[in-house]
């Protein structure tokens, strides 16, 4: 539960700050880019719509990974700045 004290700061449940900043992590860990994405990762990524890469990327290196078609981030940046 949190707290408004005299002076005007925000005081917090410890536990309630720890899952806060728990989540407030992930949440950032999560928009990072990943080195290795699926399909909607990278269109999300580069950002396009599906229709637009599948036009403009067909020369992109894409990797099969366990049954999964797998891009790599490094790669894409660099199919960008040469294209």
Known sequence: MKVINELGGLTMDPE?????????????EESKPRLWMNKKQTVAYLPMVNNTFDAKFRELPSHEVEGMTMYNKDEIDEFIKKH
Do not use: P
């Not at 899952?19 to 992590?25: A, M, Y």
């Open 16 to 28: 309630f700050k720890s899952e806060l900043k728990k989540l407030i992590q992930q949440s950032i």
